[in-house]
Nanobody, 114 residues
Framework: EVQLVESGGGLVQPGGSLRLSCIASGFTFSNYIMQWVRQAPGKGLEWVSTINSGGSYTNYADSVKGRFTISRDNNKNTLYLQLNSLKTEDTAMYYC???????RGQGTQVTVSS
């Protein structure tokens, strides 16, 4: 059974940091380009970041560039997203997914509020 399980979300004040994790199982994680996407309340899904299968190439949405960092550990089948300098507009449910949209997790909630 394929699973992507996100964790690490929570409530944080503006300017704070969080580290999201996504543990993959049931498929060959190291073969897949992976992404983080998010969905804010009442809005559509927004792409956040992509990382290639080996972890050597990354790309970010302009809205998070310089603040978020995507990484992966293929030995641990885990995808990460480091969120720094958080803003209220970063409040959303964050999902990890394969870049071919084949697999997506259940999400972890990030709320940025004072």
């Amino acid at each position: 059974e394929v699973q992507l399980v996100e964790s690490g979300g929570g409530l944080v004040q503006p300017g704070g940091s969080l580290r999201l994790s996504c543990i993959a199982s049931g498929f060959t994680f190291s073969n897949y380009i992976m992404q983080w996407v998010r969905q804010a309340p009442g809005k559509g899904l927004e792409w956040v970041s992509t990382i290639n299968s080996g972890g050597s190439y990354t790309n970010y949405a302009d809205s998070v560039k310089g603040r978020f960092t995507i990484s992966r550990d293929n030995n641990k089948n885990t995808l990460y997203l480091q969120l720094n300098s958080l803003k209220t507009e970063d409040t959303a449910m964050y999902y990890c997914q394969s870049a071919d949209y084949k697999y997506r997790g259940q999400g972890t909630q990030v709320t940025v509020s004072s």
